[in-house]
């Protein structure tokens, strides 16, 4: 009688024992996926970022030229002329002023 006890406690460690190995593994595999399925998110995150980065240092080089062509001098010029009507002074209208 003795002995089916010891037994039966041996067998009970035994497959308490196995059960908490295998909760460690599970919870170590879940946490490992876990990982993992984040690792691969911030990668694409930064992936995503990237390419919005590279959009708008294109706009931003867009931006400058035409802010470039739209300050040009001959462009000022021909509307100064054209749609408002200016016309280069006379000698004898400018004043300098010292």
């Given at each position: 009688?003795?002995?089916?006890?010891?037994?039966?406690?041996t067998?009970?460690?035994?497959?308490?024992?196995?059960?908490?190995?295998?909760?460690?593994?599970?919870?170590?595999?879940f946490?490992?996926?876990?990982?993992?399925?984040?690792?691969?998110?911030?990668?694409?995150?930064?992936?995503?970022?990237?390419?919005?980065?590279?959009?708008l240092?294109?706009?931003?080089?867009?931006?400058?030229?035409e802010?470039a062509?739209?300050?040009?001098?001959?462009?000022?010029?021909?509307?100064?002329?054209?749609?408002?009507?200016?016309?280069?002074?006379?000698?004898?209208?400018?004043?300098?002023?010292?």
């Open positions: 009688m003795k002995k089916n006890i010891k037994n039966k406690k067998g009970l460690r035994r497959t308490g024992l196995w059960t908490i190995i295998m909760v460690l593994f599970i919870s170590e595999l946490i490992y996926t876990w990982c993992r399925v984040q690792c691969v998110k911030t990668g694409y995150e930064i992936s995503k970022e990237t390419d919005k980065n590279l959009k240092t294109a706009l931003q080089k867009n931006l400058k030229i802010i062509r739209l300050k040009s001098p001959k462009r000022i010029a021909k509307i100064a002329t054209q749609q408002l009507g200016l016309i280069m002074p006379k000698p004898g209208q400018v004043i300098i002023i010292p």
